[in-house]
């Protein structure tokens, strides 16, 4: 059993950065391949990024590729987001997912744990 809570979101200005955080309670953290998704309303959960659980492989959407960045401490059991260069369309709940030795590649159907959300709201 792992239970996520996610941290760091918030309002910013257009251009901004946020850093989101995601700490892992449970055994076996750098098993699991660890994801960052959002939703917004009425649309579907999508995969902004994810880091393999051997920490080799990330993987991004290409609507944030070169801005943001997916890392990992297994030490502290947790798995971060930077966001930089926030624009409008970012705004979502973000969540965090984890995959037992999962595919950095999989869609959110493979997770097995998810996170409450945290909401990101960029102004221009």
């Known amino acids: 059993q792992v239970q996520l809570v996610e941290s760091g979101g918030g309002s910013v200005q257009a251009g901004g950065s946020l850093r989101l955080s995601c700490a892992a309670s449970?055994?076996?953290?750098?098993?699991?391949?660890m994801g960052w998704f959002r939703q917004a309303p009425g649309k579907e959960r999508n995969l902004v990024a994810a880091?393999?659980?051997?920490?080799?492989?990330?993987t991004y959407s290409d609507s944030v590729k070169g801005r943001f960045t997916i890392s990992r401490d297994n030490a502290k059991n947790t798995v971060y987001l930077q966001m930089n260069s926030l624009k409008p369309e970012d705004t979502a709940v973000y969540y965090c997912?984890?995959?037992?030795?999962?595919?950095?590649?999989?869609?959110?159907?493979?997770?097995?744990?998810w996170g409450q959300g945290t909401q990101v709201t960029v102004s221009s």
């Open positions: 449970g055994r076996s953290f750098s098993s699991y391949t």
């Open positions: 880091i393999a659980w051997s920490g080799i492989t990330t």
């Open positions: 997912g984890a995959d037992l030795y999962g595919s950095a590649y999989a869609g959110y159907k493979a997770y097995d744990y």
